[in-house]
C-alpha cells in the first residue's frame, strides 16, 4: 500500500503539480470557498506530517518491544502470583488476557500509542488472519481517532473514552462464528480484495473503507476530522489543491453510502463525503467548521490577507456576511513544547496577538477566539459566538442540501 504524507499526493512533488497544471490556489475549490490564521507556515505544516510519522514508529517499535505474554514473563522468572501482584500493584497493565505491557510505559504514552500496543498484541494472540478495522484501522492509518484536540476537558468520560484504547476492532466475513471477547470487538461485513491493504505488518481495512466504518459508528465530529485528514493527504500540495482528485474522491465515498442506504449510518456516510474539506488543518478547525454549518453561519477556509505589517496571513474562518474573522486555539498550542517551536507560551501567545492585531488592522475586520471546550456541542458553540456578539441563525446551513442540513439539526 502507498502511505500518503505531507506533500506525497502519489502525482510527485508540489512543483510537479504546479507544472503539470492539475493543483488549483486553496482558495478555489469544488464548493467555492477557501482555512487558518497559519501561525505555523506550510512548510511548518510539513514538519509536524514528518514528525507524526516519526512518533507513529517509534510509538509502533516501543509496543513490540514492550508487549509480553505470560509466557514470556514465566520465562524472566515471574510466577502467576508474581504476575497478578503486578497488575494489583500498579507495575504491570494488562491488555488482555494474557498480554500485559509495563504500566510505566502505558501510562506515559498518548491513546492512540496505547491502542498500538492493544493492537500488537491482539495480531500475536490471533490463531488466524485478523483483519483490523474502524478504530484499530484508524489508528493505523494515523487518523485523529483519538485527538487529544477532542479531549479538552478531562473527565469521567475521557477516563472511559481512554480504557477503550484496549479494546481493538476487527472485521470478519458475515457468516463467520462470532467469539463473545471484551478486548475485541469483531464487526461481520463483507470486504472485498481492495478494501484490505497492508500497513506496516498488519492486515487493516483500507484507507476509504476506514472512513466510511468510522463514519458509521463514531460520532460525527470524529469521523469529520478522520474524513478531513485523509482527504488533505489525498488532495492538498502546500497551498494548493487537486480539485479533480477531491471530487473523484467525493464521488467514490458517495457511492458507497448510495449502495448502503437505508441503512444506519448511510446518511452520516453522505454528509461526510460532502462536508470533508482537505484545507482544514486540524481536527479542531474539522470540528469548528462543523458547529459554523450546524449554526447556520457561512464560512470561507483559507482566506488570504495582508496584514498592516505587509505580511500574507491566512484566517482559520472569515465569516464572509458579518465582517469578522475567527480563530480556533487548543490548549496544546500553547502547552506542548513541540508545537511552540523553542517559544514559550508567553511568546506564542503575543505572537497571536500581534497577528491579530495586524489583521484587524489592515482589513478592519473583529477577530473572535474559541478553544475546543466550545465546541463540544454545537449549542455550546452557538451560546459562545453569540456572547461574543456573533449573529447566529441557529438553523443548519444548506449550503449542501436539504438533506444534510437535516442531518445536521440532528448532531447534538
Not at 122 to 127: E, F, K, N, S, W
Not at 160 to 171: A, G, I, K, P, Y
Not at 352 to 370: F, P, T
Request: hydrophobic fraction near 40%; charge should be positive.
Amino acid at each position: 500500500m502507498q502511505e500518503v504524507y505531507g506533500c506525497q499526493t502519489g502525482r510527485g512533488s508540489h512543483t510537479d503539480a504546479r507544472a503539470q497544471g492539475e493543483y488549483a490556489e486553496l482558495s478555489t475549490d469544488p464548493h467555492g470557498g477557501s482555512s487558518s490564521l497559519a501561525d505555523i507556515g506550510e512548510a511548518r505544516r510539513m514538519d509536524l506530517d514528518q514528525k507524526r510519522r516519526v512518533d507513529f514508529d517509534e510509538s509502533l517499535a516501543r509496543a513490540r518491544q514492550s508487549v509480553v505474554s505470560t509466557r514470556d514473563l514465566h520465562r524472566d522468572g515471574m510466577t502467576g502470583r508474581g504476575i497478578a501482584a503486578a497488575v494489583r500493584s500498579g507495575s504491570l497493565t494488562r491488555l488482555r488476557t494474557g498480554w500485559f505491557v509495563p504500566a510505566s510505559g502505558w501510562e506515559a504514552v498518548k491513546p492512540d500509542a496505547r491502542h498500538l500496543a492493544a493492537v500488537v498484541a491482539a495480531q500475536r494472540v490471533a490463531p488466524s488472519r485478523i483483519v483490523f478495522s474502524h478504530r484499530s484501522a484508524a489508528t493505523l492509518h494515523q487518523l485523529p481517532v483519538w485527538s487529544r484536540w477532542l479531549a479538552d476537558e478531562p473527565g469521567s468520560e475521557d477516563e472511559r473514552w481512554l480504557s477503550e484504547t484496549r479494546v481493538v476492532h476487527t472485521t470478519m466475513a458475515s457468516g463467520a462464528r462470532r467469539v463473545p471477547e471484551p478486548s475485541r470487538v469483531r464487526h461481520r461485513e463483507s470486504l472485498s480484495a481492495d478494501d484490505i491493504v497492508r500497513v506496516d505488518g498488519f492486515e487493516c481495512t483500507s484507507l476509504e473503507r476506514t472512513l466510511f466504518d468510522i463514519a458509521r459508528s463514531e460520532p460525527f465530529p470524529i469521523a469529520l476530522a478522520c474524513a478531513d485528514e485523509a482527504l488533505r493527504r489525498e488532495v492538498r500540495c502546500g497551498r494548493l489543491v487537486d480539485r479533480e482528485r477531491w471530487t473523484a474522491w467525493r464521488e467514490r465515498i458517495l457511492g458507497r453510502a448510495r449502495a448502503y442506504a437505508g441503512r444506519p449510518g448511510a446518511r452520516a456516510v453522505r454528509a461526510f463525503a460532502l462536508l470533508a474539506d482537505p484545507r482544514v488543518d486540524s481536527p479542531l478547525e474539522s470540528v469548528s467548521r462543523l458547529r459554523f454549518l450546524q449554526a447556520g453561519i457561512e464560512v470561507e477556509l483559507q482566506h488570504e490577507v495582508i496584514g498592516a505589517d505587509g505580511r500574507r496571513y491566512y484566517l482559520d474562518f472569515w465569516l464572509k456576511h458579518q465582517n469578522l474573522f475567527g480563530e480556533c486555539d487548543g490548549r496544546f498550542k500553547y502547552s506542548d513544547v513541540e508545537l511552540r517551536h523553542g517559544r514559550s507560551a508567553g511568546d506564542v501567545f503575543f505572537a497571536e496577538k500581534l497577528r491579530q492585531d495586524a489583521v484587524s488592522g489592515a482589513i478592519m475586520m473583529r477577530g473572535v477566539r474559541w478553544a475546543a471546550r466550545h465546541v463540544v456541542t454545537g449549542a455550546r458553540f452557538a451560546a459562545h459566538l453569540r456572547s461574543l456578539g456573533v449573529e447566529v441563525p441557529g438553523r443548519a446551513s444548506h449550503a449542501f442540501g436539504a438533506d444534510v442540513a437535516s442531518f445536521l439539526d440532528m448532531l447534538p
